[in-house]
T-cell receptor, first 117, second 113 residues
Framework: GAVVSQHPSWVICKSGTSVKIECRSL??????MFWYRQFPKQSLMLMAT?????????EQGVEKDKFLINHASLTLSTLTVTSAHPEDSSFYIC?????????????FGPGTRLTVL | DAKTTQPNSMESNEEEPVHLPCNHSTISGTDYIHWYRQLPSQGPEYVIH???SNVNNRMASLAIAEDRKSSTLILHRATLRDAAVYYCILRDDPGGGADGLTFGKGTHLITQP
């Protein structure tokens, strides 16, 4: 089946620093990638949608200048949390859908746990 | 996305079947019923989806009510590895890959040895 990886799997950083999370589709080309955030004991919340070569579309309430998304190729999307603060500590999960379009399912990465001190 | 209602949690015994219900009384005629599950500390994974007819795959079966206002995910022999949060999601695209998914609270399945 389709595999999506994320790197790093966990990261601890100091308040005010920036952190980059990578999401890769390993064995398929992803036209669309999605970024979700999950706080403890809560469900996943969609943050943004990115299409290869286009600007990301952010959900209401998600600051686009704080969460920078780049989808430069069909196999790689990155999420950069800029000037991270403790309230940004969360489980960040990406997903990807392939070239099959409407008939393709979403394949999720294993997630990245971010802790901001 | 139309709203779904699931029990917060369910318990099952290992090696026994599990029936996870989902109510979606406001489902539209073009909505597909998707199920995903999330194992502890992992990203979600696709389980199964259907439109009107019952569906089977290697992971589970999906039974859809005739009026489509409810559905049931069936795990035929639950194992400890099936302990997860199961999400029932309605989508108007067949695969669920066109747009971001709206996750509800899901059902936390607890399997007992």
């Amino acid at each position: 089946g389709a595999v999506v990886s994320q790197h790093p799997s966990w990261v601890i950083c100091k308040s005010g620093t920036s952190v980059k999370i990578e999401c890769r589709s390993l064995d398929f080309q992803a036209t669309t990638m999605f970024w979700y955030r999950q706080f403890p004991k809560q469900s996943l919340m969609l943050m943004a949608t990115s299409n290869e070569g286009s600007k990301a579309t952010y959900e209401q309430g998600v600051e686009k200048d704080k969460f920078l998304i780049n989808h430069a190729s069909l196999t790689l999307s990155t999420l950069t949390v800029t000037s991270a603060h403790p309230e940004d500590s969360s489980f960040y999960i990406c997903s990807a859908s392939g070239l099959a379009g409407l008939t393709d399912t979403q394949y999720f990465g294993p997630g990245t746990r971010l802790t901001v001190l | 996305d139309a709203k779904t209602t699931q029990p917060n949690s369910m318990e099952s015994n290992e090696e026994e079947p599990v029936h996870l219900p989902c109510n979606h009384s406001t489902i539209s005629g073009t909505d597909y019923i998707h199920w995903y599950r999330q194992l502890p500390s992992q990203g979600p994974e696709y389980v199964i989806h259907g439109l009107t007819s019952n569906v089977n795959n290697r992971m589970a079966s999906l039974a859809i009510a005739e009026d489509r206002k409810s559905s049931t995910l069936i795990l035929h022999r639950a194992t400890l590895r099936d302990a997860a949060v199961y999400y029932c999601i309605l989508r108007d695209d067949p695969g669920g890959g066109a747009d971001g998914l709206t996750f509800g609270k899901g059902t936390h399945l607890i399997t007992q040895p």
